[in-house]
């Protein structure tokens, strides 16, 4: 987030006081939600960078494994490699929060994947 360690720590403070639930009420929606023009907005950019390099992506999420399940760090390695002119970082890391979101339990078999065939 590149915060200050003194605002950083305050940051780090309340999330142990009140959890991760307990920190987002008191925190403006405006700012944990995005609107729905600007969600829209986001998945446009990103689908249409991800048709734009879908060949790419599929022989990059395939280098791993066969089934395109990737760890967290290398689904950011390949997205940046391939994305990283389209996308911010904050946009990857959002696309890696809807696909693993996609996934069942028994899929992550309880290590943090990402499934690059969700993309």
Do not use: Y
Not at 93 to 112: I, Q
């Amino acid at each position: 987030l590149s915060l200050p360690p003194a605002e950083a720590a305050q940051w780090v403070k309340a999330w142990h006081a009140h959890g991760f639930d307990g920190l987002m009420l008191l925190l403006p929606l405006n700012e944990v939600a995005q609107s729905p023009v600007e969600l829209e907005a986001w998945r446009a950019r990103v689908s249409l960078a991800v048709q734009r390099s879908k060949k790419e992506l599929a022989e990059a999420f395939t280098v791993w494994r066969a089934d395109m399940m990737l760890t967290e760090e290398q689904f950011r390695m390949v997205c940046a490699d391939v994305l990283g002119v389209e996308l911010s970082e904050e946009d990857i890391e959002d696309l890696m929060l809807v696909v693993t979101d996609k996934l069942d339990l028994d899929a992550r078999r309880g290590f943090e994947v990402v499934s690059g065939a969700a993309v």
